[in-house]
Nanobody
């Protein structure tokens, strides 16, 4: 089992920034992919960004140039730096961990972009 604990969500004005963190614990396999997904009300959950243990990254087109995903393998933690936030970025953001041992999700953290 892998446990994921997210933090860093909140309310921010348009154009502002937030940094999300997700710490993984439990049966961590060294080769894994961690990432962030989001779900807005009435919409399906969608990929935001992922980063592999070897540091290769993948971003959704709608966040390229605004969001940066990074990780600290020693801490089993993934970060999402979100800049130039827009109202349409409002959603619950979920952390995800995938490896050969399974696929795990965090509880989600709310990000609200509003003036």
């Amino acid at each position: 089992q892998v446990q994921l604990v997210e933090s860093g969500g909140g309310l921010v004005q348009p154009g502002g920034s937030l940094r999300l963190s997700c710490a993984a614990s439990g049966s961590i396999f060294s080769i894994n992919v961690m990432g962030w997904y989001r779900q807005a009300p009435g919409k399906q959950r969608e990929l935001v960004a992922t980063i592999a243990s070897g540091s290769s990254t993948n971003y959704a087109d709608f966040v390229k140039g605004r969001f940066t995903i990074s990780r600290d393998n020693a801490k089993n933690t993934v970060y999402l730096q979100m800049n130039s936030l827009k109202p349409e970025d409002t959603a619950v953001y979920y952390c995800n961990y995938r490896s050969r041992t399974g696929d795990y999700w965090g509880q989600g953290t709310q990000v609200t972009v509003s003036s």
